[in-house]
T-cell receptor, first 114, second 115 residues
């Protein structure tokens, strides 16, 4: 069975550019969450979507946005990139929208901003 | 705001040694607690979770954790570690009934097991 898949796995951007990261959840999972993991830190919550609706948003600026498509895949967009946006971006899926189970994580998209 | 503290940044043990990783959280209400593990080159995966009931929770690969409400702690233990336990371990919390996506993670503890 396919797990959570993310693309691209690695990418390099320059300051001020825009980036789009993509995530496909496990088949049957309707919830997708995005996390940012800076080197040496734990993952930090950015967004959660369930059934294409935003269910939660972390403490990130408006430069960060996301959406979920009818097939439950998701995109994370970051505008006007800053050096501090360099991080591993993790996508996680789950079958429920509430804290009743576990999150299944992808391997992440590593973004480097120069 | 909720927060999670993991006391040890890097722990080095020899095989067969006992393990205890500390985790404390700050939240006054009912919480759900998790330990996730990330083996080298792999994605984060759930090790164990606590929602309610018996405060001693058993997970995969012989790991267990004890929820002590009075101490706001959820420490991870294993009686005898193996080289294959080398990984980074993350404690996480969410408030009861909260959005599943909104996990608050600690900074992680890197465990190195010497063969």
């Amino acid at each position: 069975d396919a797990g959570v898949t993310q693309s691209p796995t690695h990418l390099i951007k320059t300051r001020g550019q825009h980036v789009t990261l993509r995530c496909s959840p496990i088949s049957g999972h309707k919830s997708v969450s995005w996390y940012q993991q800076v080197l040496g830190q734990g993952p930090q919550f950015i967004f959660q979507y369930y059934e294409k609706e935003e269910r939660g948003r972390g403490n990130f600026p408006d430069r960060f946005s996301a959406r979920q498509f009818p097939n439950y895949s998701s995109e994370l967009n970051v505008n006007a990139l800053l050096l501090g946006d360099s991080a591993l971006y993790l996508c996680a899926s789950s079958s429920r929208d509430r804290a009743t189970g576990e999150l299944f994580f992808g391997e992440g998209s590593r973004l480097t901003v120069l | 705001a909720q927060s999670v503290s993991q006391h040890n940044h890097h722990v080095i043990l020899s095989e067969a040694a006992s393990l205890e990783l500390g985790c404390n959280y700050s939240y006054g209400g009912t919480v759900n607690l998790f330990w996730y593990v990330q083996y080298p080159g792999q994605h984060l995966q759930l090790l164990l979770k606590y929602f309610s009931g018996d405060p001693l929770v058993k997970g995969i690969k012989g790991f267990e954790a004890e929820f002590i409400k009075s101490k706001f702690s959820f420490n991870l233990r294993k009686p005898s570690v193996q080289w294959s336990d080398t990984a980074e371990y993350f404690c996480a919390v969410t408030n009861y009934g909260g959005s599943q996506g909104n996990l608050i993670f600690g900074k992680g503890t890197k465990l190195s097991v010497k063969p």
